[in-house]
């Protein structure tokens, strides 16, 4: 299986700043890397796939990148409806797996 | 436009079979595979399996003896079955619908708490 390791586990930020998630799989992984934002008692909901394609609907304030075995999410100009608990996701191979996630947190 | 949703009872003793099936409203299952995830209290998510609208099905090793997933276009929704139940598998089951190239989990569930107990 490819292990998922995210970090930091929790961050706390204010309204406005700008704040980065990484996520590094134990192999390549060629871009299979999608990032979700879950809301408290709330399904997942994707964000960006591809590593850094936007998903119709999200705003531009939030971007991704990297490839190989290392990925990142930024999350620019933080709004209140940003904190939430974010997971990283490969799906280059089954079993898709998942980071432990990062719980962003109002300062 | 698309939507899903779980059900299924929310309560299953120990060493029975939990039972969940997934609705799909407003679209069809051509070209998708269609998936279920799960996420215990306080943890991470953890992929199950899918089932191709073909039929054929993949799913995550530490579970592969005790699942099955089946389709039913007919009736317009997809299930899950998994045996043998204990407290470990408490959590909250979501389906989600998953594009081909990429796999993208791009439409989920709301989501049912299903808890194991006797």
């Known amino acids: 299986d490819i292990q998922m390791t995210q970090s930091p586990s929790s961050l706390s930020a204010s309204v406005g700043d700008t704040v980065t998630i990484t996520c590094r799989a134990s192999?390549?992984?060629?871009?299979?890397l999608s990032w979700f934002q879950q809301k408290v008692g709330k399904s997942p909901k994707l964000l960006i796939s591809a590593s850094s394609s936007l998903r119709n609907g999200v705003p531009a304030r939030f971007s991704g990148g990297g490839s190989g075995t290392e990925y990142v999410l930024t999350i620019s100009s933080l709004q209140p409806e940003d904190f939430a608990t974010y997971y990283c996701q490969q799906t280059a191979s089954t079993p898709y797996t998942f980071g432990q996630g990062t719980k962003l947190e109002i300062k | 436009q698309v939507q899903l949703q779980e059900s299924g009872p929310r309560l299953v003793r120990p060493s029975e079979t939990l039972s969940l099936t997934c609705t799909v409203s407003g679209g069809s299952f051509s070209h998708y595979y269609w998936s279920w995830i799960r996420q215990a209290p306080g943890k991470t998510l953890e992929w199950i399996g899918y089932?191709?609208?073909?039929?054929?099905?993949v799913y995550t090793p530490s579970l592969k003896s005790r699942v099955a997933i089946s389709l039913d276009m007919s009736k317009s929704h997809f299930s899950l079955q998994l045996a043998s139940v204990t407290a470990a598998d408490t959590a909250v089951y979501y389906c989600a619908r998953v594009s081909d190239g990429w796999s993208n989990f791009d439409l989920w569930g709301q989501g049912i708490l299903v808890t194991v107990s006797s």
């Open positions: 192999q390549s992984i060629s871009m299979y």
């Open positions: 089932i191709y609208y073909t039929g054929s099905t």
